[in-house]
Nanobody, 117 residues
């Protein structure tokens, strides 16, 4: 089992920045990838950014956040961060941390990000 605890959400004005963090605990040796998804009201959950925990730490971003968001990891603390810059009102959503392991997917509880115009 893997437990994911998110923090860092909140209310910010358009153009501002926030940093989300996701701390993993439990069977972390099994994790291959971690990422951030978001879900806005009335919309499906979508991938925002993902990072390989092993194999060089390659990253993947949704087109809508490229150039604005950065995902990075701090392996010593088993933590993945999402640095969100130049935030837009359309970034408003509940952001969920995700981790992938062979045959298992884990989710955090979600953290609200609200961007005011």
């Amino acid at each position: 089992q893997v437990q994911l605890v998110e923090s860092g959400g909140g209310l910010v004005q358009a153009g501002g920045s926030l940093r989300l963090s996701c701390a993993a605990s439990g069977s972390i040796f099994s994790i291959t990838d971690m990422g951030w998804y978001r879900q806005a009201p009335g919309k499906e959950r979508e991938l925002v950014a993902a990072i390989r925990i092993r194999s060089g730490g390659s990253t993947n971003y949704a087109d809508s956040v490229k150039g604005r968001f950065i995902i990075f990891r701090e392996n010593a603390k088993n933590t993945v961060f999402l640095q969100m810059n130049s935030l837009k009102p359309e970034d408003t959503a509940v952001y969920y941390c995700n981790s992938e392991a062979p045959r298992r997917t884990y989710w955090g509880q979600g953290t609200q990000v609200t961007v005011s115009s």
